[in-house]
């Protein structure tokens, strides 16, 4: 592998994809390698391996597919939902710094915030404020 170019990287992960196309988050791992330019399929595999990670506790997975997912999506609103899920996702396992990064990287100078962005910093801005709050009847 060390040896391998880029492009021969890159390929032998399409025929793993392929391979492991009846298992949906290996199959998702290749394809997040294997994928270079905006594929709004390939974003819609690694948004469901996504989902599947999330139900089965892989927080982490998820964040990291939503925001693969958000990187190779053409248009722009599905872009922010990805990337805010992919916030909301890391906020609940407590990555608020993760969290905040990823609203912030929506932001489009000039353009007004998304609802799912605008959900997604308030979700972390609650939960760091909790985290960070002395409990209730304490000082």
């Known amino acids: 592998m060390q040896l391998a170019t880029p492009n021969q ?27 270079i330019d905006p594929d ?8 469901a391996a996504a989902q ?8 982490l997975a ?4 939503l925001t693969r997912a958000a ?10 939902r990805r990337l805010a899920h992919a916030a909301f996702v890391a ?15 929506d932001r489009t100078p000039g353009a007004g915030e998304s609802v799912a962005s605008t ?7 609650l939960y760091g404020t909790a985290m960070c709050a002395p409990p209730s009847g304490r000082s």
């Open 91 to 105: 906020g609940h396992a407590a990555r608020l710094g993760q969290a905040h990064r990823l609203v912030r990287s």
């Open 52 to 59: 599947s990670a999330t139900r089965r506790g892989g927080a």
């Open 40 to 47: 709004d399929e390939v974003a819609a595999v690694l948004e």
């Open 9 to 35: 990287r890159r390929a032998a992960h399409e025929r793993l994809a392929l391979f492991h196309r009846d298992d949906l988050e290996r199959r998702a791992t290749h394809l997040a390698a294997a994928t």
């Open 119 to 125: 959900s997604a910093d308030a979700y972390a801005a």
């Open 62 to 65: 998820a964040v990291t597919w």
């Open 71 to 80: 990187e190779l999506t053409e248009d722009r609103a599905d872009r922010s």
